[in-house]
C-alpha cells in the first residue's frame, strides 16, 4: 500500500489524478486535503480517497500530513492576485513542505510547475506568477528530495478555467478584445498530465527530471478561443 498526499487535490488536475490514482490501485490511500469541505465534492466519493479539513499554508498542519505519507504531490497553484499571494501560495509552501519532509523522513515528491519557467533565472521571468513558479522549484531542487518536476502548457479540459472562461464571455457578446492573440500555445489534455503524473510514480528513473508536458497541436490564442466559442455554440 502506497500513502499519497495530494496538495491541491481538489483542483482541476487534482480530480482528475485522483481519479486515476483510485482507478489504478484499490489498495493506496490518497489523502486529499482543503481548508472548505464543500470544494472536495468531486474528489469525496472515490474510494481511496480520504479528504480531510485542513489548511496546508500553516506548517505545523503540514507537518502532520507529510508525517503520515509515503509520496506527496504538490499541484497547488493561483493564476491571480498580489506578489505576496503567489510568493505564499507557491513559494512559501514549497519551503515548508520541504521542511515537513525532512522531518517525517519522506523523500518522493512529484511537483506540477509550469512551461516557461527557467531554473535559476527566476527574477527575470515576465509575472508573478512564473517568477513564482521559477523560485519554488529552486527551493525543491536544493533539498534532498526524490524529486520529479513537470512543467506543463496550458492545461484543458471539460472543467478548465481557460477556454470555459472564452466560452462565457462569448456567450454575452459577440467580440472579444484579446490582448496578445498570436502568443502560441501547445494545449494538453487534463488527463495526459495525470497519466504523466502516474507514470512518474511508477518509474524510479524519472527521480530527478524535469518534464515539458504539451499536447500535440501547437495553435495561436486567438485561434484557442475562436475554438472555445465554436465548441460552446457562440461562434
Known sequence: MTRLLVLGGTGFVGRALCEQLSQR??????????????????????????????????????????ANCDVVVNLVAILHGSRAAFEQAHVGLAQSLVAACRSAGVRRVLHVSALGVTTGKSANAPSNYLRSKAAAEAVLTGAALDLTILRPSVIFGAHDHLLNLFARLQALAPVLPLAGSHARLAPVWVEDVAAALL???????????????????????????????????HE
Open 25 to 66: 490501485s484499490a489498495s493506496d490511500r490518497i489523502t486529499v486535503p482543503t481548508r472548505r469541505n464543500p470544494r472536495g465534492n468531486g474528489v469525496r466519493l472515490l474510494p481511496t480517497v480520504d479528504l480531510v479539513t485542513a489548511n496546508i499554508n500553516d506548517p505545523a498542519a503540514l507537518a502532520r500530513l507529510v
Open 199 to 233: 507514470r512518474c510514480l511508477d518509474t524510479p528513473s524519472t527521480i530527478g527530471q524535469v518534464y515539458e508536458c504539451t499536447g500535440p497541436q501547437e495553435v495561436s490564442l486567438s485561434e484557442l478561443v475562436r475554438l472555445a466559442g465554436r465548441w460552446s455554440g
